[in-house]
C-alpha cells in the first residue's frame, strides 16, 4: 500500500441529537444517518504527493445506521489542489491503501453503494475547536454551521467532549450544535439543523488513528 498520513481537523454535522449515538454503538436517533463533513489539512502526505494545507469536504445519506450500508457519498476536492494532490485525496477519503476498518473514510466508503463524482469546487473552512464555533462551505453546494450547545436552562454556552481511545476517528471531539444546508451537488440533506456537531483533531495513516 501506498504510505500516507494527514494530520488537522474536521468539523462535522449529522441529523442526530447532540453527542451522536454512533459513538455509543447505538442506532441513530430516527434510524437514518445524514452527514457533511469538512477537513482542514495541516500536514499530510500520500507517498511523494505533499497535502500540506488543502480543504476538502464530504457528504454522505443512509437509509439505517451506517453499518447496514446501502448509503451515498459525494466528496469535495479543493480547488486550489492539483489533479495528483486531488487524486491523492481522493484515494485516501475513499479507503484506498488503508487497513480494513482503519479510518472513518475507509468505512464510510465502504458502506457506500452509491459513490457519486467527486467535485472540485472553491472550499472555505474556519474552526474554533475552544470555543466550539466552525463553518465550511462549497459555494452553491453545501454549507454547515457550528455553534456551541446552549445550556438547557441558561442558554449559556454548554461545553461536552467525547473521548474515544479506541476511535477509528479522534481521540477526543468537542461537541456542538450544527447546522447543515445543502443546495446543490448529488445530494440533498433534509434534517440536519439544530443537531449534533463536532470538532476533532485529526492523525490519520493507512494503519488507522496515531495516537491516545
Not at 475507509?106 to 457506500?112: D, G, P, Q, V
Not at 440533498?188 to 495516537?211: D, Q
Request: aromatic share 6%; hydrophobic share 40%.
Amino acid at each position: 500500500m501506498e504510505k500516507w498520513s494527514i494530520q488537522g481537523e474536521e468539523i462535522a454535522n449529522c441529523n442526530c441529537n447532540f453527542g451522536c449515538p454512533c459513538q455509543f454503538g447505538v442506532l441513530p436517533t430516527d434510524g437514518t444517518c445524514e452527514a457533511a463533513v469538512f477537513f482542514r489539512i495541516d500536514k499530510g502526505h500520500y507517498g511523494d504527493v505533499n497535502l500540506d494545507g488543502l480543504l476538502a469536504a464530504g457528504v454522505y445519506k443512509w437509509p439505517g445506521p451506517i453499518h447496514e450500508g446501502e448509503g451515498q457519498m459525494q466528496l469535495i476536492m479543493d480547488e486550489n489542489a492539483s489533479a495528483e494532490q486531488r487524486a491523492a485525496l481522493e484515494a485516501i477519503m475513499t479507503g484506498k491503501d488503508t487497513v480494513e476498518m482503519a479510518t472513518m473514510w475507509f468505512i464510510f466508503s465502504a458502506m457506500c453503494a452509491t459513490q457519486h463524482e467527486t467535485l472540485v469546487a472553491p472550499i472555505s473552512v474556519e474552526i474554533n475547536a475552544e470555543d466550539r464555533i466552525g463553518k465550511g462551505t462549497v459555494a452553491g453546494v453545501v454549507e454547515l454551521e457550528a455553534e456551541p450547545i446552549p445550556n438547557i436552562v441558561s442558554g449559556a454556552p454548554h461545553r461536552v467532549g467525547i473521548r474515544l481511545p479506541n476511535g477509528f476517528e479522534f481521540g477526543f471531539a468537542e461537541m456542538a450544535k450544527g447546522h447543515t444546508k445543502t443546495s446543490g451537488g448529488a445530494i440533498e440533506l433534509l434534517k440536519n439543523s439544530g443537531t449534533h456537531a463536532h470538532i476533532a483533531s485529526l492523525h490519520l495513516t493507512g494503519e488507522g488513528r496515531v495516537g491516545a
